[in-house]
Every structure is written in C-alpha cells, then in structure tokens.
C-alpha cells in the first residue's frame, strides 16, 4: 500500500500519518543496519586498500578531498531538506528545485576543473591536476539525486535508501580494490568515489519514479531557498573548521604526514560516527515535534545524551588504549605511527559526539540563525587551534584541536542552552556516569596489557575487550542509580519493536 501510494503521489504524505510510528521504528532500523553494513565495508576496503597503497596515496586524494568536499555542499543548498520538512510541495517547486541543483552541481565541477591548476599549484604537487579534472565528474551525478533523494526521505524510504547506500559503497570499492591490485595506485581511489557516485545516481533514479518537469516561474521556493541558504551557511563555517587542519598539514608537512593524520583520525570516527548518526538523525524530527512540551523536551534529550555518552565514550577510551594493536591489525606496520596521533585525536573524540548534540536544541527549536552564530565563534576556536599547532606538526595540529574541544565545551553549552528547556547541570548529569565508567574501564585495560605479553594483536584485542567490558558494566553496576539505568538503557531497546507504545521522552 505505501508503495503504491508513494508511486502514485511523490508529494502526498497524508497516507503515512496512519502508521507513523511504526514507519518511523523501521526506518531507525533500516538506518542503523546500514550504518553497520557500512562500517564494516568501509573497515574491510580500508585493511585491503591499506595494504596495496602507500600513505602517500592517501594523502594526494586527501589533498583534493578538502576541496571537493567542500565544493560539494552547494549541489544541495539545504534545497534537500527545505522538501523533507515543508508541509506542502508540488511537481513545479521540485522540478524548479532539481534544475537549480543540476545547474550548482555543473557550475561546480567546472569551477573545481579550472581551479585544478591552482590546487597543484599550492600543494607543490603536479599529480593534482589530472586528480582533481577527475573527481570533478562526480559532482554532476550528484545533482542529479537530491531532489529524487529527498522525496524518498520525505515518503520515509528509509529502506531503499540504505540498500542503495550499500550498493553504491560496494561498487566503489570493488572498483577500487580491483583497480589498485593492477597497480592503479592513487587513481584506484579516484576510480573508487567515481563509480560510487554513478552507481548511486542510477540506483536512485531507478528506486524513484519521479521525473523532472521544466522548471516553474513563481513556483513559491523563495521560503525553500531561504531555509537552504542559512543551513548551507553553517555547513561552510562548519567545513572550514574541520578541513584546515588537512589544509595546513597537506601544505606544510607533506603527503605523508597529512595520510597519516587523514588515517588515524578517519580510523577513530568511523566507528564513532556509526553511533551518533542514526541517533541524532531520529532524534532531530522527536525533538521538534515536543518542544512545546518543555518536560518531556527534556527528558527526550537528557536521555539522548546519556545514550550517546554510554555507546562512545568506552568505545573511544578502548581504541585510544588498544591504539598500536588497532592500527597495526588493520592498516599494517607502515601505519604504525598513525598510533600517536590516534591517541591524542581521541581525546577530542572522547567528548566531542555528546557535546554536538547540543546544536541540535537550537535546529529543533526553529533557532537557526543562532545556529549559524554558534557555528562561527565554534569554527574560530578550532581555526586558531590548527594555526597554533601546526608548528609542532601533526602531533602538535592533534593535540591544539583535542585542547580546543573542552575549551569551547562551557561557552558552547551556555549559548546553545541559554533561554531552552535545556540546562548545562542536566546535560553534565547526562554524562558523568558513562565519562566516570570508561576512564576507570580504560585504566584497568592500560594496566592488565603488561600480564598479557608478547601476543598477537588480535588476541591481545580481544582479551583487552573482554577486560573493559566487564570492567564497565561492573562500575555502572557499583554507582547510586547505576543498574536503574542499564535497565533503561537496555529498555530503549525495545523502542525499535512496535509491541510497545513506550515514549521515549516520558
């Protein structure tokens, strides 16, 4: 029934609202799953690609990577998510806003081609050029999704848009890992972004029947185009402060210190960002359906938080302890001194998936050009920590950014939360629990490897493993309160079941 309804009428969602929750329930688990298939394919293509291409490979794609990226946030505009949580679209206003996002996206790959030169130019490195002409393709295929993509969010197809995530992810890497086994070198990973991004286009347009129309004079997207542009906004503040420090390292320390870096610090998020995606991403729409109710508002985000906090803090604690055996297992000994850097970047890491939810309190609570401020005085502190730390080199550019994350955490709090249901004291009573339990869980593993001695890494992996899981759960266990949480937090559960009418927020 829904796919007969979403195929008959892209812009009709009034047949969803029948069984929203249940909707809402799968979609969390279709998300979650693909979250997972995910990791474990970028993991996978990561330990064969590590070891069939050098650092210096890596860093030459990260080099046009900072630049690509960013250029590719204006394919979208924001237009994708003006469709998803307008009440009301039309053909016109989406044929209009798909021509304007074909339009960006060449536009785009042509300003990105002319600058290839330049690009080389700065880095030193010829190879650019040729790189960066080819990854320009990639923009076009991009356009040519988002509106398609954004009607499938908007009917809650959350299904098909993991399965074609998963396909595309596939066939990139396959592209890749073939190509670099014939010696492909850097290009394989080129190969790799390009035959993802044409795969996804056609499997979009495949799961989508909507078909473009010409676009409309007075088709009413000026509101759309407002609400883009201040998200399209943030999002470049928001880029410049996380790219510079692969700036300056790609610029100032070469290819092989910025793979490294580039390495290390994806190696750690990976799995971070697997959590905190699927969570935040639900947690968006719930927030901003219940923030007239002050209470349960919260409630919601309380629990929110401490849910985040209870999956990444160990989780960080662990790889920054296990950091030699992580690295050496999956990247190899040419990888080793990622390691250090490793360590220190997860210091950032330790704090930094609990402390973004709070911009989240100002998206759903209609905030956004308060949203848009946070994000300039955020990127100015990480700015000036990669500029002061680039003189001690990657080391140094690591550790100013891990200063700058608990630097900015009070003042960040204050000015997210300020005039909100939300307050600083709840939100640290949120995380005192979990921060307290994987410190002391990462303690005991540091002191038990020794009695471990001379052993393979996995074995030392999964011992250490075996170590900070009982170790956290039996702190958790001795804390006031501590077991009524776990029972809440194995209670949540539940929510992804439609068996159960439980709110999360009550």
């Not at 016109?92 to 290839?116: D, G």
């Not at 989240?360 to 300039?376: E, T």
């Not at 100015?380 to 608990?406: E, H, K, P, Q």
């Not at 303690?443 to 999964?462: A, F």
Request: a positive charge; hydrophobic letters at 55%.
């Amino acid at each position: 029934m829904a796919e007969e309804s979403f195929q008959n009428n892209f812009f009709d969602t009034e047949y969803l609202k029948a069984d929203l929750k249940g909707r809402s329930i799968q979609g969390g688990v279709a998300t979650i799953s693909a979250q997972g298939a995910t990791f474990l394919l970028h993991t996978g293509s990561t330990v064969v690609l590590a070891r069939l291409l050098t650092p210096q490979d890596f860093g030459l794609i990260a080099m046009v990577t900072a630049v690509t990226s960013f250029a590719m946030m204006f394919k979208d505009m924001g237009l994708s998510m003006a469709t998803i949580q307008r009440a009301e679209i039309n053909h016109n206003q989406i044929s209009t806003l798909f021509w304007i996002n074909v339009v960006l996206s060449l536009c785009i790959m042509l300003v990105t081609a002319a600058l290839a030169p330049v690009i080389a130019w700065f880095y030193g490195e010829p190879r650019l050029t040729w790189i960066t002409l080819a990854m320009a393709g990639a923009f076009i295929f991009g356009g040519l999704t988002v509106q398609h993509q954004a009607l499938l969010r908007r009917n809650m197809r959350f299904g098909t848009l993991a399965l074609i995530g998963i396909i595309s992810t596939v066939v990139g890497i396959v592209a890749a890992i073939i190509s670099a086994w014939y010696g492909a070198g850097y290009w394989a990973l080129v190969i790799m972004q390009l035959a993802g991004a044409i795969a996804g286009a056609i499997a979009v347009w495949l799961a989508c029947g909507w078909r473009p129309g010409l676009p409309a004079h007075r088709s009413g997207i000026r509101e759309m185009l407002f609400f883009g542009g201040n998200l399209t906004g943030f999002n470049i503040v928001n880029y410049f402060a996380r790219n510079l420090d692969k700036v300056l390292i790609g610029k100032i320390c070469g290819s092989g210190s910025l793979g490294l870096y580039s390495k290390a610090y994806g190696l750690l998020m990976l799995p971070i960002n697997q959590i905190r995606g699927p969570l935040t991403s639900v947690a968006m729409p719930a927030l901003s359906h219940i923030q007239d109710d002050p209470k349960r508002y919260v409630s919601f985000y309380t629990k929110l938080v401490l849910l985040v906090a209870f999956l990444t803090m160990p989780l960080t604690i662990f790889l920054a302890v296990c950091s030699k055996s992580v690295i050496h297992l999956l990247l190899g000994e040419q990888w080793l001194q990622a390691a250090g850097i490793f360590q220190v970047l997860a210091l950032a890491a330790f704090i930094q998936p609990v402390s973004t939810t709070s911009g989240l309190v100002l998206l759903s609570l209609g905030r956004s050009g308060r949203y848009l401020r946070w994000g300039i005085l955020h990127s100015l502190v990480v700015v000036t920590s990669f500029v002061v730390g680039i003189r001690w080199g990657i080391v140094g550019v690591a550790s100013a950014y891990a200063a700058a994350n608990y630097i900015v955490l009070f003042p960040s709090l204050w000015y997210c939360f300020r005039l909100t249901p939300m307050s600083i004291e709840a939100f640290l009573k949120a995380i005192a629990r979990p921060a307290i339990a994987s410190l002391i869980m990462g303690s005991v593993i540091l002191l038990s490897r020794p009695l471990l001695g001379k052993q393979p890494d996995i074995v030392l992996l999964c011992t250490s493993f075996v170590v900070g899981f009982f170790t956290y759960f039996s702190v958790w266990t001795l804390m006031p309160g501590g077991m009524q949480i776990l029972r809440d937090i194995c209670g949540y559960v539940t929510l992804i079941f439609p068996k159960k009418n439980k709110r999360f927020g009550d």
